[in-house]
C-alpha cells in the first residue's frame, strides 16, 4: 500500500504515521514529490487494519497497490523520478547518450571512441570489463583493466562510465571507477546481485531480461529499490521471440508500457536488440519518438575487428549521423539534445 500524506502536513503528523508503521514492524519509503509526501508501506500489513492509519490526520488516502512491486510502482512517484549521476539528470527532459564499445580491448579503442562519441553529445562511455559471454571460450573482458581504461578516458574527455558487474564481488571494486552500473540481461533475475547493487546505493542501469516480462523487470527494479536505492533507470533491449532476422525483437510496447507502470527513466538498447548495426538507427529512432529517456548505442572504432558484438557496432561517423537525427527530433518532441 502507499499512504498519501495531506499537503503541508507538520512533521509530528508525518511522525506520527512513520512511529504507527514502525510499531507494526513495516518499513517505510518516503518519496517526496513537488506536490506531495508519498509513502511506500512494504512488509507483512496483516496486523495492521488500514482503518488505524486512516484515521491519523497526517493522512490524505490509502491506496493499495495489487502489483507484487510498490516502489517501482506509477503510484509511489505520479510525477516520474528524474535523478542525477554527478551532472547529468536521467528522465529529465534532456535525451541522454550513452556509448562506447561492446568490450573494452585496449586503451587506444576507448580513448578513440570517448573522444568521439563527446563530440556527438553522449554523456556517458559504456564498455564491458567483465563480458557475460555465452560461450566460456569467448573473450571474457579485460576486467579490473578495463575497468582502469575506462575511467581514464571518461575523465579525458568529460564523460562518466557505465559498466556492466557480473557478480556481488566485484561491486566494491568496480565502486571507485564506475559512476553507474549495469545489470545486464543475463543477470536481470540475479536477486542477489540485485539486492546488493540496492544496497551499493549506486545509480544503476537494469536491463531488461531475454526473456523477462514488463512485470517481471519491475520485480527486479523493486529488490533494488527496496534497499534504498532509487537511483535506477530501466532498459529495453530486446526480447527474444520467434524472429530471426533480428538478434532480438525491440519491444517498442515496452516503453509506453513502462511509462505507465512506473515512475523509473526507460533508456532503450538498439544494438543489442537489432544485431546488426545497418538497424541500429531506426530504432534509436523509433525508441525515441515513443517516449524513451535516452539509448545506450554501441561505437567500435573499427567494428569488423572487434573482440565481441562485431556485426551490431556502429563507427564513430555512423553514430554522428544517428545523433544528429535524435537531435533534430527532439524538440518536435518537448526534449532537448545537448548543444
Ligand atoms: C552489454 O550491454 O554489454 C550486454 C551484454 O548487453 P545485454 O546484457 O543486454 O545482452
Ligand atoms: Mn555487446
Redesign the pocket.
Known sequence: MIIVVKPGAPEDQVREILDQLESHGLKAHISEGSERMIIGVIGDKSRLSVDSLEVLPGVEKIVPIMESYKLASKAFRPEGTAFAVKDVLLGGPEIVMMAGP?AVESEEQVDIVAASIRKSGAKFL?G?AY??RTSPYAFQGLEREGLKILRQAADRHGLLVIS?ITSETDIEYASDYVDMI?I???NAQNFRLLSAVGKSGIPVLL?RG?AETIDELLGSAEYIMSEGNYKIAL?E?GIRTFETATRSTLDISAIPVLKSKTHLPVIV?PS?AAGKSKYVAALSRAAIAAGADGL?IEVHPNPKCALSDAAQQLTPEAYHTLTEEIRAMAPILGRTYPV
Open positions: 561492446c559504456r564491458g563480458k557475460p556492466e549495469q545486464g540481461a543475463r536491463k531475454i532498459c533491449r538498447d543489442h545506450i
